[in-house]
């Protein structure tokens, strides 16, 4: 049996996903791929921190949309993301 699984013929083939492209029924998965569809990861934030302004600074636009968002579901009002570090001190000075 050179280049098949042991146990496996050519007609025991599995039958096709009934899932989409890239939802293999992993929840991980699935919501890596597609994070607006994706259920609530986040509970309600102590009072202290919803008053909070929170700087996200990351280089993946990805990145700091998804925590823009994950915070702001989480009762975070002041939230900020940007991509480019060099305005990090700029940024901070603004508030």
């Given at each position: 049996?050179?280049?098949?699984?042991?146990?496996?013929?050519?007609?025991?083939?599995?039958?096709?996903?009934?899932?989409?492209?890239?939802?293999?029924?992993?929840?991980?998965?699935?919501?890596?791929?597609?994070?607006?569809?994706?259920?609530?990861?986040?509970?309600?934030?102590?009072?202290?921190?919803?008053?909070?302004?929170?700087?996200i600074v990351d280089d993946e636009e990805t990145?700091?949309?998804?925590?823009?968002?994950?915070?702001?579901?989480?009762?975070?009002?002041?939230?900020?993301?940007?991509?480019?570090?060099?305005?990090?001190?700029?940024?901070?000075?603004?508030?």
């Open positions: 049996m050179v280049g098949q699984e042991a146990g496996r013929g050519d007609g025991d083939a599995p039958p096709p996903s009934a899932h989409g492209p890239g939802d293999d029924g992993d929840p991980d998965t699935a919501a890596s791929l597609s994070p607006r569809s994706a259920p609530p990861l986040a509970t309600a934030v102590p009072s202290a921190l919803a008053e909070a302004m929170v700087l990145n700091v949309t998804l925590l823009e968002r994950t915070l702001r579901s989480s009762g975070v009002a002041r939230v900020h993301g940007i991509t480019d570090p060099r305005q990090v001190v700029p940024r901070c000075l603004d508030e």
